[in-house]
């Protein structure tokens, strides 16, 4: 059973930094990234990194936010900088396994429990 644990949120000041982490555990995830949830709207694709270390960022975060993977230590990164208000969310890791049984491919997608990001102008 896959588990995905984040940590690193937390109440900061607008243009302060956070390092946010996921530790996976259970089995090996091709595709990791990080998704956020606003007060009052929808989960939003923040960033995504492939096991090969492609990565994809929201337009909103790209240059201020890095994604990245320690596969050694089974663990997601997201370095956080020049935090805005706008920033204020749940950030949930998410992670998918890929799966091949005779020849025909599954993919499996685990979510986090979520960590709260504030950021205070």
């Known amino acids: 059973q896959v588990r995905l644990v984040e940590s690193g949120g937390g109440l900061v000041r607008a243009g302060e930094s956070l390092r946010l982490s996921c530790a996976a555990s259970?089995?090996?995830?091709?595709?990791m990234g990080w998704y956020r949830q606003p007060p009052g709207k929808q989960r939003e694709l923040v960033a995504t990194?492939?096991?090969?270390?492609?990565?994809n960022y929201a337009d909103s975060v790209k240059g201020r936010f890095t994604i990245s993977r320690d596969d050694a230590k089974n663990t997601l990164y997201l370095q956080m900088n020049s935090l805005k208000p706008e920033d204020t969310a749940v950030y949930y890791c998410?992670?998918?396994?890929?799966?091949?049984?005779?020849?025909?491919?599954?993919?499996?997608?685990?979510w986090g429990q979520g960590t709260q990001v504030t950021v205070s102008a």
């Open positions: 990194i492939t096991s090969g270390g492609s990565t």
């Open positions: 998410n992670g998918v396994e890929v799966t091949t049984i005779a020849a025909s491919r599954f993919e499996h997608e685990y």
């Open positions: 259970g089995s090996y995830l091709n595709a």
